[in-house]
């Protein structure tokens, strides 16, 4: 993923916080020899407090394919993208160009961290694990606990195996325009306002949030 530098945030406290209201990703594992990379769509838990830059927690059922790419190559790759738009190339473009001449592109954050990912079997830190992870979705309390061996869930954990992803680097992009002149930004969030769909309103936060106010921006392309 290229990130330049206007589109990367100041501090990791931006990523983490972002992250921590987005719980749905993409796991992405090499595949095993003359095969394509295996894509997993997933939830999971992210706890910040684990490691260096945190820990990752989810969950898949016995009979997913992924798991023999994963024991070939434990080096896996979690990327979360959320918050995007297409921007229509008029609101983009400078002062002195025909409105029709402007560039489109598109507005997204991305978080992506790559992980060492350990499988587990062992019953009970799987349902340890499986109930850390359930925590954070059902906050209500009202959640009987996975106990292997007791119901209602402990018959279904040998269908399950847990992912616990030690996260080992992260790359956080927040592409929102901050590097384009002042009047382009304003017209860019003029645009968000006036289309108002839900993604809409997520980055015009971000577009206001980032906007420079320097009346200028860096040289750079509209896509990345």
């Not at 997933?42 to 989810?58: P, S």
């Not at 979690?78 to 918050?83: E, N």
């Amino acid at each position: 993923m290229l990130i330049h530098p206007w589109d990367a945030p100041e501090e990791d406290r931006i990523w983490r916080a972002w992250l921590a209201e987005h719980d749905f990703g993409q796991l992405a594992v090499n595949g095993l020899p003359g095969e394509p990379p295996f894509v997993q769509p997933l939830h999971f838990a992210y706890d910040a407090d684990a490691g260096a830059h945190g820990e990752v927690l989810t969950h898949l059922a016995r009979p997913n394919p992924i798991w023999a790419a994963v024991e070939a190559c434990p080096t896996v790759l979690l990327s979360v993208v959320d918050d995007y738009v297409f921007v229509p190339g008029p609101w983009q473009a400078p002062d002195d160009t025909p409105p029709e001449h402007g560039t489109p592109t598109s507005f997204y954050t991305a978080v992506q961290l790559t992980c060492r990912a350990r499988i587990v079997d062992e019953a009970r830190e799987k349902a340890a694990l499986l109930n850390r992870q359930v925590a954070h979705f059902q906050q209500d309390g009202v959640t009987t606990p996975a106990t292997p061996g007791e119901p209602p869930f402990g018959r279904m954990l040998p269908g399950i195996r847990v992912l616990r992803l030690e996260v080992s680097e992260v790359r956080a992009k927040f592409k929102y325009g901050s590097h384009k002149p002042e009047s382009a930004q304003a017209r860019t969030a003029e645009g968000l306002r006036a289309r108002a769909t839900p993604r809409d309103q997520a980055a015009l936060a971000h577009h206001t949030r980032h906007r420079t106010g320097t009346g200028h921006g860096h040289p750079g392309p509209a896509g990345g």
